[in-house]
């Protein structure tokens, strides 16, 4: 009895829908270890898709850059990104239930000092113009 052929599709026809050449060229005038940070990032931004809202303000990985950087992955609690404390920065908090980047704990920080200038500012009686005198 003879065989069924095999169909002569490569992988790569298999897979032509994930295409990888135009996230290649975003990441091409970057240096090679900040590339490389994103495509970690953007993979498990993937890898976890709906579970980013549960994981909000976690750490999910701690790695030796060398013996005195240590290089973070979290999820911002603010913004619900996956972000590297060396490109986004990280404010740290010690329970590690709301970890910010950055731009979020400046924001934060922006807001309770417009809240504390408000808080501490007296409040004015509307004052009364004059009567020009003529």
């Keep these: 009895m003879g065989r069924a052929r095999k169909s002569k599709t490569s992988k790569r026809d298999k897979y032509a829908s994930f295409d990888m050449a135009d996230e290649a060229e975003e990441d091409a005038d970057l240096p090679k270890d900040e590339a490389g940070r994103r495509k970690i990032k953007r993979q498990y931004a993937e890898l976890l898709g709906i579970r980013i809202e549960?994981?909000?303000?976690?750490?999910?990985?701690?790695?030796?850059?060398?013996?005195?950087?240590?290089?973070?992955?979290?999820?911002?609690?603010?913004?619900?990104?996956?972000?590297?404390?060396?490109?986004?920065?990280?404010?740290?908090?010690p329970n590690n239930?709301?970890?910010?980047?950055?731009?979020?704990?400046?924001?934060?920080?922006?807001?309770a000092a417009a809240a504390a200038r408000e808080a501490s500012a007296p409040a004015r009686a509307p004052s009364r113009k004059r009567a020009a005198a003529s």
């Design 97 to 111: 239930v709301n970890n910010l980047c950055g731009a979020c704990a400046k924001q934060k920080a922006q807001a």
């Design 54 to 93: 549960k994981l909000r303000g976690r750490i999910l990985n701690r790695e030796r850059i060398n013996k005195t950087i240590e290089g973070i992955y979290f999820i911002c609690g603010g913004c619900m990104k996956v972000c590297h404390s060396l490109d986004d920065g990280l404010e740290e908090d």
